[in-house]
């Protein structure tokens, strides 16, 4: 419920549409009502040969006899209350002014039932037909007329129900998706791709069809059963007061249905996010599994998933299914507790059963046909809300793993009062850092990926961070523009502490070039323009020619208006990594990162971006995570930082480190001998 009042901030934005829907289901529920009552006139003309005129004449002599009679009584009463207040006890008094009360009240119903067939006798009586056929054919008319009415009155309401759900639901995406793009990126790591995109897609669907219901049926179905009630009560209360005697077990009967239902629910939403994993992971990885020849394996996973989701569903299948019968089945009881009696008075000509008066008046055919179909009208918005409890609690499940995931808070948690970072132009400095990644459950024996690492980079160095898999090279390069946050220690940027400062402007001055190249499926000068997206196209032309890009792209026949594909599939890997480089270059960054970005491409295109670099690591600090050390990037580093299990075991120039740390001599001397070979 916490979650559903959550999200009527984005359906109150819809309140123009809803008000009017909601008048129009109103309105729906009037003709509905409107339509089972023509049962009364009907059962008039057919059951007891009584036209309405005769009807509503003998109805119009009874008001006014009892207007009469209660007239007279009252006189009567306040004569003997007039002498009781001049020598009668106050028991006697008391119980004669309730006695007028009751005259008053009495005679306040029958002067109110004289005007209303006063009225009914001069403006309907004059148009009815005296012929019992013909005016029978008048009222199915007008029934007819009712029905059609309402059809376009559902077709209206249901579609401005359909728009607002819509607006609300690109609302609700919208706020989602920036909610997501909030948090960082070890709580997107997590989370995972597959059950992301399931919230996006099946869990908003899922809302979006609860809500479709609550501005629909959930609206109108109730709003025609308190309109039968009312007119059953109306007509006899104490036969539709016993007809509720099973309403207690159908609230408890909802009530456990809904607790299994919201379970059942939120355990498929977490099996549908399976089966995206099984669909997306060997889409994403598609050459691997062809050229394992691993389809099996894959077809296997997702049939396994398909049948874990198919139990869970059918699992809701079967609560839905046991609720709509079970809901009907108390309802038609309920039918049949208060017809029965009604039909026994009727036939005997009773007004009371076993001494318990269950009418005023004796009750005619026609007005236990209109209260048999009143308590039918009951029973069909009954069964159809219990029709739609199910499909309304996965809704609330669906919801509250929505606004469960826009609760998530990042690890990377921002300072409310930022300290401003100037352009870096001193140093870089790790002091004492170490860093562990989370992992979903408990990870107390996780070992840590950065262990007390401290060093200080001066401005305009060229670094070159080396070491094995998972030594924390690219772990300690990601601490710069606050990808993550150490546990222990600091990183500051000419003296100021990163995590005070706000992350959007630090990293405006830091540009990221990782081994997999992101690109996006937009054209080439977009995908560079990404970098500085208010650059001029010379500028982002002259990025091209720095990154060696203008090479490759005269050859192509749109240019750089040539668009790159999904993830840049259209482009080789040295010229996705250009492209890359390119951004980085319109950015002007004074601070850059390169983590193993030659390590996927060609040896040309690898000399091409190292020469890039030369021009472009000019007057900026930069990061290479590499785990070879060519000549033509020797020629540009200016410091060596050996990782090792988390650790920095040494800095400093390339000679220096050679002569004095094993560990990196004998990656050298390997190197040394695979390009020998």
Not at 181 to 209: C, G, I, W, Y
Not at 470 to 489: C, E, F, M, V
Request: net charge positive.
């Amino acid at each position: 419920m916490k979650s559903l009042a959550r999200l009527a901030p984005f359906v109150w934005q819809q309140r123009g549409r809803l008000f009017v829907s909601f008048s129009l289901a109103t309105l729906i529920a009037v003709l509905w009502t409107s339509a089972l009552l023509m049962v009364y006139p009907v059962g008039k003309v057919l059951l007891e040969g009584q036209s309405l005129g005769e009807y509503i004449t003998e109805k119009l002599s009874t008001a006014r006899d009892t207007v009469q009679r209660q007239s007279e009584r009252r006189e009567r009463i306040e004569a003997q209350l007039v002498k009781l207040r001049a020598s009668g006890t106050p028991e006697e008094i008391a119980r004669s002014e309730k006695d007028c009360r009751d005259c008053i009240s009495d005679l306040t119903d029958g002067l109110r039932q004289e005007w209303r067939y006063q009225w009914l006798q001069t403006n309907l009586v004059p148009h009815l037909n005296p012929d019992r056929f013909t005016l029978l054919a008048q009222i199915m008319a007008l029934l007819l007329i009712l029905t059609a009415v309402k059809c376009c009155l559902d077709y209206i309401q249901e579609t401005l129900v359909c728009a607002s759900v819509e607006r609300t639901m690109q609302s609700l995406r919208e706020q989602l998706f920036r909610a997501t793009l909030k948090l960082d990126h070890q709580t997107l790591a997590l989370e995972t791709t597959p059950a992301l995109m399931s919230r996006f897609t099946f869990d908003l669907q899922q809302l979006s069809n609860g809500l479709t219901l609550l501005g629909s049926k959930a609206i109108i179905e109730p709003l025609k059963a308190i309109g039968c009630i009312a007119c059953a009560f109306g007509l006899n209360w104490r036969l539709t007061a016993l007809s509720f005697a099973c309403a207690p077990l159908a609230i408890l009967l909802f009530g456990n249905l809904g607790k299994r239902l919201k379970r059942a629910s939120r355990r498929q939403m977490d099996s549908m996010s399976r089966v995206y994993r099984a669909l997306i992971e060997p889409l994403q990885s598609f050459t691997t599994v062809l050229a394992f020849r691993n389809e099996r394996l894959h077809r296997r996973r997702l049939a396994r998933e398909n049948r874990d989701y198919f139990d869970k569903a059918m699992k809701i299948v079967r609560i839905d299914a046991l609720s709509s019968p079970s809901i009907e089945f108390l309802a038609m009881v309920g039918v049949f507790i208060g017809s029965l009696p009604g039909a026994y008075l009727v036939l005997r000509g009773q007004t009371s059963i076993w001494g318990v008066q269950l009418s005023e008046y004796q009750m005619t055919p026609a007005e236990l046909s209109l209260l048999y179909t009143l308590l039918a009208g009951i029973l069909d918005p009954a069964r159809r809300i219990a029709s739609i409890y199910s499909k309304v609690k996965k809704s609330a499940t669906a919801c509250d793993r929505v606004f469960g995931w826009m609760d998530k808070t990042s690890l990377v948690v921002s300072s409310p009062d930022f300290v401003p970072v100037p352009r870096h132009h001193q140093s870089i400095e790790f002091d004492h850092v170490s860093f562990r990644y989370a992992v979903a459950g408990d990870d107390a024996h996780r070992t840590n990926a950065l262990d007390d690492v401290t060093l200080k980079v001066p401005f305009g160095a060229t670094v070159a961070i080396v070491g094995g898999n998972g030594s924390g090279k690219s772990t300690l390069a990601n601490l710069l523009p606050r990808l993550y946050d150490p546990h222990i220690g600091q990183v500051r940027i000419d003296g100021v502490e990163v995590t005070s400062a706000d992350p959007r402007e630090l990293r405006r001055q830091i540009a990221v070039v990782t081994q997999d190249t992101q690109l996006f499926d937009m054209s080439i000068e977009d995908n560079i323009r990404y970098g500085h997206p208010t650059a001029a196209p010379g500028e982002i032309e002259e990025a091209a020619r720095r990154a060696h890009v203008l090479s490759f792209v005269q050859q192509l026949p749109d240019g750089l208006k040539t668009g790159v594909g999904d993830r840049g599939h259209r482009l080789s890997g040295g010229q996705r990594q250009r492209v890359a480089l390119a951004r980085a270059i319109l950015r002007d960054p004074a601070i850059l990162i390169l983590d193993e970005a030659t390590s996927a491409v060609d040896v040309q295109s690898e000399q091409l971006i190292h020469e890039s670099l030369a021009d472009l690591a000019r007057g900026r600090t930069t990061f290479i995570v590499t785990h070879a050390m060519t000549p033509s990037l020797l020629v540009q580093v200016t410091h060596v930082l050996v990782m090792e299990q988390g650790k920095a075991i040494a800095f400093g120039s390339h000679s220096s480190v050679l002569a004095t740390c094993p560990a990196y001599k004998r990656l050298y001397d390997a190197q040394v001998r695979r390009r020998a070979a």
